[in-house]
C-alpha cells in the first residue's frame, strides 16, 4: 500500500516542472581576481586548505572550526556515525553557544559594539550594543523566562519578531538557557506562525506588538493572537505571550493585550535588572534551535540544528568566507527569521566577536540609496545580501552607488542564483571593482555555506556559485544514481557525499520523513553506518564546470524559491483549496525578472460557482495562511486542469505555458483539448516556436 503511494506520488512529482528546468542559462564567464589589498589582509590565504579538508583527513579536519570556540570540555569523538543518518558530531563535548557569542569576549572586546541597528524611519536614532551592553541584556532576558516563563533546558519556545535587536538578545537569552528557540519570519502570517508552535509544541510565544515597514507601523500583535488561536484549536496551549515593544513608552499596537496570558517584556525585566544568569553547559549534540522550511509535502518542516556542530561550522566559514576578523562592521541585510539570519548576522558573527549591522525596514525605503548611506554612516566593510535585493536595488537606483563612498572588502550573494549582468553591476557598481564578491550556495539544512568561492584563493566567475567548500564533497546524480561526471555539462541532482557539522540533525518530531526525504533517493544500505553509503540529496539542480565550479539552477521538487524564501507549492495549494467555490488548484514557478520566482496559480471551480471575485480571495487566503511573501503574480481560472487518464492534474504542462513554452506532447491525457484552451488564454493564438521558447531558457539534462 505505501509502496503504491510512493509510487503515485513519484509518478505525481514528474509531472511538476521543476525550478531546475524552467533554470535560466547563461554562459560560462571569464573569471575576476581578487586584489592584493584584500589578500593581505584576508584570514584564509593558505592554499594548503584543500589538502587540510582532503578527505583522507575526514572528519579530523573539522577540528580546525571547533577550536574556534571555547568548550566547557572538549570531546572525545569528532563524528559518530552509529546512528546514520543521524550523524552526531564533537561527542562528549560541552559548551554553551551564548557564552561563546558574547561572554568570552567581554576581556578583549567588552567595550566594542556587537551589535548596531538601524530604525527604518531615518530621523530615529539607533542603537550601538556594546558586548558588555548585550551581556547583560541577555542576562535579564534569560532571568525573564526562566523565573517568569518557566522555561527549562530542552524546551521550545516560538519567537514572531521583526528585525530589532531584541531579537538576538531573546534568542541568545534562550541559548544561555538551553532552550531550543524556534524564530518564525516576521513576515509570515498569525497562522503561519500557530502551525509551528503546534508543531514544535512551544508553551510560550514571544512577539513584538509593531515594527516599521515601508513608513507604516505594523500592528503584529494581532498576529499573535491568531497564532495563539490557531494553536490552541490544534490542541497547543499558548499559556504565555511575551510581548516586546517597539516603542520604549507607549504600545505600537492597537491591538488589546490578554489578562492573565500576554505580558509585555519590558516591564517584566525591571524587577531582574542586573541579573546574571550562569549559562547552561550543553552536550555539543543538544538541539539549539529549530527552523522551518517549506518542502515537497504540505506541512513547513522543523530542521533541527545542534549545539557544537552548528556553531563550529557558523564560525568557521564566517571566518573563512566572510572574512570577518573582531574588527570588521558586517552587515547581512537578510532577515533573521531566516537561516541566513541565524548563522550569518547572529551566531557566526557573534562568535567571531564581529560587529554585526541590523536594519529594521525595506532597502529601498525611502529611496534606493538607503543602504548605501547606512553602509557609508557606519563603515560597514563587510555587505552581504541576495540576488533579489540586489536586482532591485539596481532597477529603482542603478547610478545610486556611486554617489557614495562604500568602502566594501568583501560581499556575498546568497539564496538563488544571480544572473552575470547583475553579478556584475553588484561588483563594479556596490564593490567599487575592488571587494571580494562569493556567491554561497547553502539551505536551511546545511547550516551554513556548502558551496563558494574562497575569497582570497579563488576566481571569481559571476553566474557560477564555485568549488565546494573546504571538507564537502559534492557529487551530482542522475535520476538513476549514475554520477554526472564534472565538465559533462549536463544538468542532475546535487548530494553531498559526507556529513559536516553544520548539518541538520533531524526533523523535528519526524526521524523517518528525515531519512526519507534527505538520504532515501539514493542511499545504498539502510542498515550502513559508513557514511559513504549516504549521500545527502539536496534538492537542488546543477552542473558542474571542468573547472570544478559548481551552477546551481534550482529547486527539482515541489518548492518555489521566491526572492529567495523557499515555498512549498503543496502549502499554496492547500491554501486555495479552503476558498469556498475551488475544486482544483495547480501552482507552478514561473521566471520573474526581479524576484527570481514567483508563483502562478491555476483553479477550477466547482460546479455552478461564480468566479466573481474569486482571484482576490484566493490571493487572500494564501495571504493569510502563509503570508504576503507568497502572493501569487497571477491566479488564472481554468474551465478544467489539464490530467492525465488516471485523473493526475499536469502541472508541468502549465508550467510551461506559463514560461511561454511549448507544453510538448499531450496526447495522452484525458482532456487535450483543455490545454490549447489554456494555452490560448495565456499565451495568445501565436504559438511559441520553440519548445524552449526564450532563447536563454533550456530543459534540465540538456547540455548548456
Ligand atoms: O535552491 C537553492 C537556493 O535556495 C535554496 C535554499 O533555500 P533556504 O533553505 O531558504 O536557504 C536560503 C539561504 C541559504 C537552495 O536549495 N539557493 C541558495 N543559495 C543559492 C541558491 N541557488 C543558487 N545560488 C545560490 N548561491
Same mark, same amino acid.
Given at each position: 500500500m505505501a509502496e503504491a503511494r510512493d509510487d503515485r506520488e513519484a509518478k505525481e512529482d514528474a509531472?511538476?516542472?521543476?525550478?531546475?528546468?524552467?533554470?535560466?542559462?547563461?554562459?560560462?564567464?571569464?573569471?575576476?581576481?581578487?586584489?592584493?589589498?584584500?589578500?593581505?589582509?584576508?584570514?584564509?590565504?593558505?592554499?594548503?586548505?584543500?589538502?587540510?579538508?582532503?578527505?583522507?583527513?575526514?572528519?579530523?579536519?573539522?577540528?580546525?572550526?571547533?577550536?574556534?570556540?571555547?568548550?566547557?570540555?572538549?570531546?572525545?569523538?569528532?563524528?559518530?556515525?552509529?546512528?546514520?543518518?543521524?550523524?552526531?558530531?564533537?561527542?562528549?563535548?560541552?559548551?554553551?553557544?551564548?557564552?561563546?557569542?558574547?561572554?568570552r569576549h567581554l576581556g578583549k572586546y567588552g567595550n566594542k559594539a556587537a551589535i548596531v541597528y538601524v530604525p527604518e524611519p531615518e530621523d530615529e536614532a539607533g542603537q550601538t550594543i556594546t558586548y558588555n551592553e548585550l551581556y547583560h541584556r541577555v542576562n535579564e532576558v534569560a532571568a525573564v523566562l526562566r523565573d517568569f516563563a518557566g522555561l527549562r533546558t530542552g524546551d521550545r519556545v516560538t519567537i514572531h519578531m521583526p528585525m530589532v535587536p531584541e531579537l538576538p538578545i531573546t534568542m541568545l537569552a534562550c541559548a544561555r538557557l538551553g532552550v531550543i528557540h524556534s524564530v518564525v519570519f516576521g513576515g509570515f502570517s498569525g497562522e503561519a506562525c500557530g502551525a509551528r508552535i503546534v508543531d514544535s509544541g512551544s508553551r510560550v510565544l514571544i512577539s513584538m506588538d509593531g515594527y516599521y515597514r515601508s513608513g507604516k507601523v505594523i500592528d503584529h500583535k494581532a498576529n499573535a493572537d491568531i497564532a495563539v488561536a490557531k494553536a490552541e484549536s490544534e490542541g497547543q496551549k499558548v499559556e504565555k505571550v511575551l510581548v516586546w515593544r517597539r516603542f520604549p513608552d507607549r504600545?505600537?499596537?492597537?491591538?488589546?493585550?490578554?489578562?492573565?496570558?500576554?505580558?509585555?517584556?519590558?516591564?517584566?525585566?525591571?524587577p531582574h535588572r542586573g541579573a546574571i544568569v550562569p549559562p547552561v553547559s550543553m552536550p555539543a549534540?543538544?538541539?539549539?534551535?529549530?527552523?522551518?522550511?517549506?518542502?515537497?509535502?504540505?506541512?513547513?518542516?522543523?530542521?533541527?540544528?545542534?549545539?557544537?556542530?552548528?556553531?563550529s561550522y557558523v564560525a568557521g566559514t564566517s571566518r573563512f568566507i566572510q572574512d570577518i576578523h573582531p574588527t570588521d562592521v558586517y552587515w547581512c541585510m537578510a532577515d533573521i527569521g531566516w537561516i541566513t539570519g541565524h548563522s550569518y548576522i547572529v551566531y557566526g558573527p557573534l562568535a567571531l566577536a564581529a560587529t554585526t549591522v541590523m536594519y529594521e525596514g525595506v532597502p529601498t525605503y525611502p529611496d534606493a540609496g538607503r543602504p548605501w548611506r547606512i553602509a557609508v554612516r557606519l563603515g560597514v566593510?563587510?555587505?552581504?545580501?541576495?540576488?533579489?535585493?540586489?536586482?532591485?536595488?539596481?532597477?529603482?537606483?542603478?547610478?545610486?552607488?556611486?554617489?557614495?563612498?562604500?568602502?566594501?572588502?568583501?560581499?556575498?550573494?546568497?539564496?538563488?542564483?544571480?544572473?552575470?549582468?547583475?553579478w556584475r553591476w553588484y561588483y563594479e557598481n556596490v564593490g567599487k571593482g575592488q571587494a571580494a564578491v562569493t556567491d554561497t550556495w547553502w539551505q536551511t539544512e546545511t547550516g551554513g555555506f556548502v558551496c563558494s568561492t574562497k575569497p582570497a584563493l579563488d576566481?571569481?566567475?559571476p553566474g557560477s556559485a564555485g568549488p565546494p567548500m573546504p571538507g564537502i564533497y559534492p557529487i551530482i546524480y542522475d535520476e538513476e544514481g549514475k554520477e554526472i561526471p564534472a565538465g559533462s555539462g549536463k544538468a542532475g541532482n546535487i548530494c553531498i557525499r559526507n556529513p559536516w557539522p553544520g548539518i541538520m540533525q533531524t526533523i523535528w518530531g519526524d526521524p523517518d520523513r528525515?531519512?526519507?526525504?534527505?538520504?532515501?533517493?539514493?542511499?545504498?544500505?539502510?542498515?550502513?553506518?559508513?557514511?559513504?553509503?549516504?549521500?545527502?540529496?539536496?534538492?537542488?539542480?546543477?552542473?558542474?564546470?571542468?573547472?570544478?565550479?559548481?551552477?546551481?539552477?534550482?529547486?527539482?521538487?515541489?518548492?518555489?524559491?521566491?526572492?529567495?524564501?523557499?515555498?512549498?507549492?503543496?502549502?499554496?495549494?492547500?491554501?486555495?483549496?479552503?476558498?469556498?467555490?475551488?475544486?482544483?488548484?495547480?501552482?507552478?514557478?514561473?521566471?520573474?525578472?526581479?524576484?527570481?520566482?514567483?508563483?502562478?496559480?491555476?483553479?477550477?471551480?466547482?460546479?455552478?460557482?461564480?468566479?466573481?471575485?474569486? !482571484? @482576490?480571495? *484566493?490571493?487572500?487566503?494564501?495571504?493569510?495562511?502563509? /503570508? $504576503?511573501?507568497?502572493?501569487p503574480r497571477v491566479v488564472?481560472?481554468?474551465?478544467?486542469?489539464?490530467?492525465?487518464?488516471?485523473?493526475?492534474?499536469?502541472?508541468?504542462?502549465?508550467?510551461?505555458?506559463?514560461?511561454?513554452m511549448d507544453y510538448g506532447d499531450i496526447t495522452t491525457l484525458s482532456? !487535450? @483539448?483543455? *490545454?490549447?484552451?489554456?494555452?490560448?488564454?495565456?499565451? /495568445? $493564438?501565436?504559438?511559441?516556436?520553440?519548445?524552449?521558447?526564450?532563447?536563454?531558457?533550456?530543459?534540465?539534462?540538456e547540455t548548456t
Open positions: 509531472m511538476r516542472l521543476s525550478e531546475a528546468e524552467i533554470a535560466v542559462h547563461w554562459k560560462e564567464e571569464s573569471y575576476f581576481y581578487p586584489n592584493a589589498r584584500f589578500i593581505g589582509q584576508a584570514n584564509l590565504t593558505d592554499p594548503s586548505v584543500t589538502e587540510r579538508f582532503a578527505e583522507k583527513n575526514f572528519p579530523e579536519c573539522f577540528r580546525e572550526y571547533a577550536d574556534l570556540l571555547t568548550w566547557d570540555k572538549y570531546w572525545t569523538t569528532t563524528l559518530d556515525t552509529s546512528k546514520a543518518p543521524f550523524w552526531k558530531w564533537f561527542v562528549g563535548g560541552r559548551l554553551n553557544v551564548a557564552y561563546n557569542c558574547v561572554d504600545s505600537a499596537s492597537p491591538t488589546p493585550m490578554v489578562e492573565g496570558r500576554d505580558f509585555v517584556v519590558n516591564d517584566l525585566l525591571k549534540e543538544a538541539p539549539l534551535f529549530l527552523m522551518y522550511t517549506s518542502g515537497s509535502t504540505g506541512k513547513p518542516k522543523g530542521c533541527q540544528h545542534s549545539t557544537g556542530g552548528y556553531l566593510n563587510i555587505f552581504h545580501t541576495s540576488p533579489t535585493a540586489i536586482r532591485m536595488l539596481r532597477k529603482v537606483g542603478p547610478d545610486e552607488p556611486k554617489k557614495y563612498p562604500l568602502n566594501f572588502k568583501c560581499m556575498t550573494t546568497v539564496g538563488e542564483p544571480i544572473e552575470p549582468e547583475a576566481p571569481m566567475k528525515f531519512v526519507k526525504n534527505y538520504y532515501g533517493k539514493y542511499n545504498r544500505n539502510p542498515t550502513s553506518q559508513d557514511w559513504r553509503d549516504w549521500p545527502y540529496f539536496a534538492g537542488d539542480g546543477a552542473t558542474w564546470a571542468p573547472d570544478g565550479y559548481i551552477r546551481i539552477l534550482g529547486r527539482v521538487d515541489d518548492v518555489i524559491n521566491v526572492a529567495g524564501h523557499r515555498l512549498g507549492t503543496k502549502e499554496l495549494e492547500s491554501a486555495c483549496l479552503t476558498v469556498p467555490e475551488i475544486a482544483e488548484a495547480a501552482v507552478v514557478p514561473i521566471v520573474d525578472a526581479e524576484r527570481g520566482r514567483v508563483p502562478e496559480v491555476y483553479v477550477s471551480l466547482k460546479p455552478g460557482m461564480s468566479a466573481d471575485g474569486v !482571484p @482576490e480571495k *484566493v490571493s487572500k487566503a494564501i495571504e493569510t495562511t502563509i /503570508g $504576503k511573501i507568497a502572493r488564472r481560472i481554468v474551465p478544467d486542469m489539464p490530467k492525465t487518464r488516471s485523473g493526475k492534474i499536469m502541472r508541468r504542462v502549465l508550467a510551461s505555458i506559463s514560461n511561454q482532456n !487535450p @483539448e483543455v *490545454v490549447e484552451q489554456i494555452r490560448v488564454s495565456v499565451q /495568445g $493564438k501565436e504559438k511559441v516556436a520553440t519548445k524552449a521558447g526564450p532563447d536563454d531558457i533550456k530543459r534540465f539534462g
